[in-house]
């Protein structure tokens, strides 16, 4: 188990260190494949902290609290992840039909562009450096609400001795606390990007 989490880590680092040219392709860039293999490297900090969370809360051992998010996450990373990239992935089609979007003449568009290919960035060559890190950072987002609603659910269950409002605030907090922290290492690798493109 530690093996394939090296390389995976491995794997994640390779992406972030390769020129966004040569990661693209002319059909341009699946986000899943960057976003994916990012948040398994990025589990069990995730869990470790989000436990921390649950223990303090409910005065419980931390290997328990860790147990019990842990699952949680590892429901989250296959089935929530994924799908918050799916329903990005259906928004753009619904939108572009499949196509890119709009373009880069001004800010606004550039802007809705970006949100358009969150999922599946268009070949725009010469965009990539800043699209890659905002279109994590808009899946991000979508994958936090899917991310409280499962870690909600489950843990309900697992702690059904508690209020149930105690567990939502609970989840909230974690949740908040762990994708904040991803949103704000994809904004230090925006500047990287954007600091090496000047």
């Known amino acids: 188990m530690k093996e394939i989490f090296k390389n995976l880590g491995v794997v994640f680092f390779i992406f972030l260190l390769l020129p966004i040219g040569i990661v693209s392709a002319n059909s341009g860039l699946p986000m899943i494949l960057m976003t994916f293999p ?7 900090p995730i869990i470790l902290i989000e436990a921390g969370v649950l223990k303090k809360s409910l005065n419980i051992w931390y290997k328990k609290a860790i147990l019990s998010f842990g699952f949680a ?7 929530g992840f994924p ?11 619904l939108t572009t039909g499949g196509s890119c979007g709009p ?26 450096f800043w ?8 899946c991000l987002i979508i994958a936090y609400f899917i991310s409280v609603w499962i870690e909600y659910v489950v843990l ?6 508690f209020e149930a409002s105690k567990i939502k ?9 762990t994708y904040s922290l991803l ?5 230090i690798y925006l500047i990287f990007n954007v600091y090496n493109k000047i």
Not at 117 to 128: F, H, K, N, V
Not at 156 to 161: D, G, L, Q, T
């Open 38 to 44: 990012a948040m398994i490297f990025a589990l069990i």
């Open 73 to 79: 996450n590892l429901i989250t990373t296959i089935i």
């Open 83 to 93: 799908l918050s990239w799916g329903l990005l992935l259906g928004l753009e089609l």
């Open 103 to 128: 373009g880069f003449h001004n800010i606004g568009t550039s802007i809705i562009t970006v949100i358009m290919e969150a999922a599946w960035i268009c070949p725009w060559e010469e965009q990539l």
């Open 131 to 138: 699209m890659v890190p905002i279109a994590f950072i808009i």
């Open 156 to 161: 309900k269950r697992i702690f059904n001795a």
């Open 169 to 177: 605030k609970i989840v909230l907090i974690a949740n908040s606390i």
């Open 183 to 187: 949103i704000v290492l994809n904004f």
